[in-house]
């Protein structure tokens, strides 16, 4: 079944929507301004990222400082940036630069300004990171968050209306590849995860490696783990991206779905794309994973390394049963409103109710 396809022919909103997203021009935010697109909705995208000096040094400040303190740099660009355009609809993604003086400006361009935020900006783990955010909460009409605990938090923040979704696949990013000559001798792995290094994923796969877990780790920042001389011999390389990302989980026999506990993750994004590409998912046991696939016919779950080294080697043991499981949770996935199209189009019509 195409999902998107299918989303896309029988339900689009009342009226084509302008829209003024500002967010990154790349990753899951570009994701999401493809989904609208598709959709058919007009969509201008502004990445102010590209309005700051090209330097490393602008995440720094961003993450050690905050945001904040680069909105005025923002703020000299954005105007001629925005030009005289009007639009329906601002969608800010993240929002790690927009204050509410940058807020007041977006209102002169658009009826609505909603926020949508993917990450844990209440939260604890990313320090000062999303102090624009939570200065800016009651200026936006609409805040959408992805965490149960962001809505009430939000709330007593000042949000004015706070509207909470799930992570979502996409219809197109997350659909599987064709694979060509020479892709399953190039991507193959026995149990692959892919993702960054945090603290308290290092011991969870030295675990696994001193258990015999066949694994294979593909992320960004592993050399600064402890664990590293352990890790190091099962790490295969830096970030994937499009193509590359795909292919690699629909050629993975188990692919690992790992949440942050600093960001107080009860599923990722890795959650919904992994089941969308056909991969089988062998992730951490939480709540709403539970409420996602049914443990054991559409998903495995596990509470901490041993169970998760004894989900692997379950899995790895009977190919057909792992083609099952595959199987059931990509059919439970594309079932689902977890991608952006249906997503997309409820914050829009959320959006709409406003004007």
Known sequence: MDVGRSFAQTRISE??????????????????????????????LVDLRTLLPRTPWIDRVT???GGNVLSPLVMRKLPQRLGRGKYDLCCVDGGDWVTPRIIELLREHAQVIVNYNIDDPLGMRDGRRSVAYRQSLHYYDLCV???????AEAMALGARRVLRVYRAADEAAHAPRPLASGDEERWRADVLFIGTWFPERGPVFAELLARGVPLTIRGARWQKAPEWSQLKSAWKGGELFGDDYAK???????NLGLVSKGNRDQHTTRSLEI???????????????LEMYDEGTEALFWRDAAECADMCAYALADEDRRRRIAAAGHARMAASRNYNEPIMQTIVDAAVRMT
């Open 15 to 44: 009226r084509n929507v302008s829209i003024l997203w500002i967010g990154a021009a790349g990753g899951t935010s570009l994701h999401r301004v493809n989904a609208l697109r598709r959709l058919g909705h007009r969509v201008e």
């Open 63 to 65: 993450w050690r400082l």
């Open 145 to 151: 968050v992805v965490r149960a605990e962001n809505v």
């Open 248 to 254: 690699a989980i629909q050629c993975a026999k188990v």
């Open 275 to 289: 089941p969308a590409l056909g991969g089988l998912l062998c992730a951490e046991r939480t709540d709403e994973h």
